[in-house]
């Protein structure tokens, strides 16, 4: 157990919807990460917040945001959903949100979008 | 730009045999290297890192990786595969300069009895 947790475990929803997935980082972490792992597209980093505040982008779409609240968990919202949008989102989190941290990683949040 | 290959995308090996997974990193400066691994419907667990010193790391379920500069390599190897150890193997590199954390696409374990 990573200590990093993520609701809901699964989703199903249809396209057009609007989704809003969950995580809760280890106690301590002050950075959270999201990651979309898809069977074509492998585990790709999403965006990074540290201590509330936006960090790094990777390749995130538009439709989708995200959010680090005062108590450090976070939020990604996914919107206008599309087919291809079903997959496997990961959060992990890091005591400092530097490139030396070890990330710790959630179960991840199974999306199926119809 | 930082980026991770890893060449092979499948390997079967027999249990009880010797496992090598390849990874080849591209960074500017010295990197922080790491190996997880994800069992099927699981998240990613970390293996080992390396940061500095020893180019031998030494990790949990009895995987070590090797840094090697000259070949911008780190591999993953293990003495005697045991069939727990099937799962997708993962390489990754983060960096003291910006923030992002690369991972590579990742190879899928067989291990047959």
């Known amino acids: 157990d990573s200590g990093v947790t993520q609701t809901p475990k699964h989703l199903i929803t249809a396209t057009g919807q609007r989704v809003t997935l969950r995580c809760s980082p280890r106690?301590?972490?002050?950075?959270v990460y999201w990651y979309q792992q898809s069977l074509d597209q492998g585990l790709q980093f999403l965006i990074q917040?540290?201590?509330?505040?936006?960090?790094a982008k990777g390749n995130i779409l538009e439709r989708f945001s995200a959010q680090q609240f005062p108590d450090l968990h976070s939020e990604l919202n996914l919107s206008s959903l599309e087919l291809g949008d079903s997959a496997l989102y990961f959060c992990?989190?890091?005591?400092?949100?530097?490139?030396?941290?070890?990330?710790?990683f959630g179960p991840g949040t199974r999306l199926t979008v119809l | 730009a930082q980026s991770v290959t890893q060449p092979d995308i499948h390997i079967t090996v027999s249990e009880g045999a010797s496992l090598e997974l390849r990874c080849n990193y591209s960074y500017g400066a010295t990197p922080y290297l790491f190996w997880y691994v994800q069992s099927p419907g699981q998240g990613l667990q970390l293996l080992l890192k390396?940061?500095?010193?020893?180019?031998l790391v030494q990790g949990i379920k009895g995987f070590e990786a090797e840094f090697k500069r000259s070949q911008s390599s780190f591999n993953l190897r293990k003495p005697s595969v045991h069939w727990s150890d099937a799962a997708e193997y993962f390489c990754a590199v983060g960096g003291n300069t910006g923030n992002q954390f690369y991972f590579g696409t990742g190879t899928s374990l067989t291990v047959i009895p």
């Open positions: 106690s301590g972490d002050l950075s």
């Open positions: 917040y540290y201590n509330g505040e936006e960090r």
């Open positions: 992990a989190s890091s005591a400092y949100g530097t490139g030396a941290d070890t990330q710790y």
């Open positions: 390396y940061f500095s010193g020893d180019t």
